[in-house]
């Protein structure tokens, strides 16, 4: 059975850092693209980062470009989102993601919370 969980959410003032961590296990971590998506209060869930399975190479979406920074841990099965910088507008529960060619997984989701 896959699980992932996040952790690490937590209430912020804005201009403040968080990590979020994502544990794998089930898997073969290592051979899946991991990525960070959010979901803001009474809103679509949507895509923040990607980090690939092979490369490890890097994406971010335009709204957390330059202020968040995500990374992987693939012989302890952890995924990692460092968020610096933090806005109102990144209040949202967070989740973690694997994906490759046949399957996608979800974890169950991390709140963040910042404040002015």
């Known amino acids: 059975q896959v699980t992932l969980v996040e952790s690490g959410g937590a209430p912020e003032q804005s201009g403040g850092s968080l990590r979020l961590s994502c544990a794998g296990s089930?898997?073969?971590?290592?051979?899946?693209?991991m990525s960070w998506f959010r979901q803001p209060p009474k809103q679509a869930r949507e895509w923040v980062a990607t980090?690939?399975?092979?490369?490890?190479?890097?994406n971010y979406s335009e709204s957390v470009k330059g202020r968040f920074a995500v990374s992987r841990d693939n012989d302890n099965q952890l995924l990692y989102l460092q968020m610096t910088n933090l806005k109102p507008e990144d209040t949202a529960v967070y989740y973690c993601n694997a994906q490759n060619l046949w399957e996608s997984y979800w974890g169950q989701g991390t709140q963040v919370t910042v404040s002015l």
């Open positions: 089930g898997l073969v971590f290592s051979r899946y693209d």
């Open positions: 980090i690939t399975a092979a490369a490890g190479r890097t």
